[in-house]
């Protein structure tokens, strides 16, 4: 158990709609890390967030947006969704960018039909 | 931008020694990591290398030369609970942003009797 909790594990909704993805990060990291792994692809960088700020932005659609709240978990919007956003997001957080150590939660897989 | 190459299969027998290659061009380059990911599971993270030379934990190895822009990991004494996929990630940072970990492509390692 890496301490990082993802909500909800499966989701299955359908094309056009907007889906909210929860992360809550190991206790004490001010560091959130969002991904999106489609079948048999490489862990995508979406995303992340420091202590409730944006730090660095990756490949992310304009239809997904994502925040950190003060109690620092995060969520990771995703709209007007088609077949291809289909895949395991994955939340990562860490408290010591020195060692570049990430803490992966069990990923939310998300099918769009 | 960045970008990283692996090779995407390598497969060795129960008991033997595989090196998995990783290549990356970045800017601001801080550190190479590695996880392994087993189907359907989080990523956990292997070993770190901020600065050039060989780190070890255990079984497994990794190696780092910056001038080349190299690095790899070694996997001894294989185990058939080794076969997994294989990913480095560079941790980065360009003057105008600050750092993030950037994932290969990933190398599924399939171990043999």
């Known amino acids: 158990d890496s301490g990082v909790t993802q909500t909800p594990k499966h989701l299955i909704t359908a094309t056009g709609q907007r889906v909210t993805l929860r992360c809550s990060p190991r206790?004490?990291?001010?560091?959130v890390y969002w991904y999106q792994q489609s079948l048999d692809q490489g862990l995508q960088f979406l995303i992340q967030?420091?202590?409730?700020?944006?730090?660095a932005k990756g490949n992310i659609l304009e239809r997904f947006s994502a925040q950190q709240f003060p109690d620092l978990h995060s969520e990771l919007n995703l709209s007007s969704l088609e077949l291809g956003d289909s895949a395991l997001y994955f939340c990562?957080?860490?408290?010591?960018?020195?060692?570049?150590?990430?803490?992966f939660g069990e990923g939310s897989r998300l099918t769009v039909l | 931008g960045q970008s990283l190459e692996q090779p995407s299969e390598v497969t060795a027998v129960e008991g033997a020694i595989v090196q998995i290659n990783c290549t990356y061009q970045?800017?601001?380059?801080?550190?190479l990591s590695w996880y392994q990911q087993h189907d359907g599971g989080a990523p956990t993270f292997l070993s770190y290398?901020?600065?050039?030379g060989l780190e070890e934990t255990g079984r497994f190895s990794s190696f780092l030369s910056r001038s080349d822009s190299y690095g790899y990991l070694l996997l001894q004494e294989l185990q058939m609970k080794d076969s997994a996929s294989y990913f480095c990630?560079?941790?980065?940072?360009?003057?105008?942003?600050?750092?993030?970990?950037?994932f290969g492509p990933g190398t599924s390692l399939s171990v043999i009797p």
């Open positions: 990562a957080s860490t408290r010591d960018t020195n060692t570049g150590e990430l803490f």
């Open positions: 967030y420091y202590n409730g700020e944006e730090r």
């Open positions: 990630a560079v941790r980065s940072a360009m003057k105008t942003s600050y750092d993030k970990v950037i």
């Open positions: 206790s004490g990291d001010l560091s």
């Open positions: 970045t800017s601001g380059f801080y550190g």
């Open positions: 290398n901020g600065l050039d």
